[in-house]
């Protein structure tokens, strides 16, 4: 039972991920060494059915609680988590949209593609990839080279040269340095983009191939932004706390992963105006429920030159976050 408890610490010390088998490893030796025939002797036979059916009872509430939180999708918003119940693929984490836009768009050539999105999109759009998760078979060599190709424009332009590929297809929330150089570069035309994926294609190529509805909209002024419908910042209260987490048990949380991700993107363009919206529209949208919301439109709103407002904001997002407090 020690060496076996051995093994599970050394493994759990190593990787958070591996502390369930710490506590597996330990379970026989903790089960023995527990009183537990001598406390029961000591009890009365009610009691020790009453106590029996207490333990049930909590054990079943738990589990009812936990499932609920979970089919309410509760228990992944309020941890950051893309993950969400039920079937099919996940949009928030897998690049679907991008990939259904390039069939629609009938963009073909070579293109170059981050790691991350490469067994999707190789999945969905049935041809070859540049880089993906099989690092078995694309070898450490093209590994590293394909690392270094979106570390800078400097090495996309490398590798663009070296593969011919004339569209590039990357999670910018990874790469977050090379998107301002893009923004900057006229070699790239960006044709595409959504809460994850970016799409540039090389100028002069893909004529045919219309930018995408939100790329033009980036073309006109960016939309007021309207505080006074953001929960806690006008009429609409402030949903968080103790009610926020009940209500996890009978509603569909939702985190708005559009809202946050589009305020990022813009973030990198160096559009503050859309990041100050976008910011906004992620608490409103999820009825104030996530304070780290309120951290990001409080920056946002200091960007803008609105102290006040962006004080308010940080105030919210410390009622709900611990380490705001502890900061």
């Known amino acids: 039972l020690v060496l076996l408890a051995l093994v599970g610490l050394a493994l759990a010390l190593s990787m958070e991920r591996n502390a369930p088998i710490l506590v597996l490893a330990t379970l026989p030796g903790t089960a023995w060494g527990l009183p537990q025939g001598a406390l029961r002797e000591r009890l009365a036979a ?180 309207d505080l006074g419908t953001v929960p806690g910042l006008g009429a609409v209260p402030h949903e968080g706390g103790l009610a926020g987490w009940l209500a996890g048990l009978v509603q569909r949380r939702t985190y708005p992963v559009e809202s946050y991700c589009l305020s990022v993107f813009h973030y990198l363009r160096g559009d503050l105006a859309r990041f100050a919206w976008y910011s906004a529209d992620a608490p409103r949208s999820s009825r104030g429920a996530q304070g780290e919301l309120y951290g990001n439109l409080g920056s946002a709103l200091l960007s803008a030159g609105l102290p006040e407002e962006a004080r308010t904001c940080f105030v919210l997002a410390r009622e709900d976050l611990p380490f705001y407090r502890a900061g």
């Open 46 to 225: 009610p009691l020790q059915r009453a106590l029996a059916t207490g333990v049930r009872a909590g054990v079943l509430l738990l589990a009812l609680v936990g499932a609920l939180r979970v089919v309410n999708d509760a228990y992944y918003t309020e941890r950051g988590r893309l993950e969400r119940f039920g079937l099919g693929w996940i949009r928030w984490l897998l690049p679907s949209d991008a990939a259904s836009w390039v069939r629609a768009s009938c963009l073909e050539g070579r293109m170059l593609n981050h790691l991350n999105f490469g067994g999707h999109l190789s999945l969905e759009l049935g041809r070859p990839v540049f880089a993906d998760g099989r690092l078995e078979v694309m070898g450490e060599e093209h590994y590293r080279y394909a690392l270094r190709s979106f570390s800078s424009l400097e090495g996309l332009e490398a590798a663009a040269e070296r593969y011919g590929a004339d569209w590039v297809v990357l999670p910018y929330q990874v790469v977050p340095d090379l998107i301002g150089q893009l923004v900057a570069d006229p070699v790239w035309r960006l044709v595409w983009f959504d809460h994850l994926a970016a799409i540039w294609v090389r100028a002069g190529t893909h004529q045919e191939v219309q930018p995408h509805r939100r790329v033009l909209e980036l073309a006109q002024p960016a939309p007021d932004v």
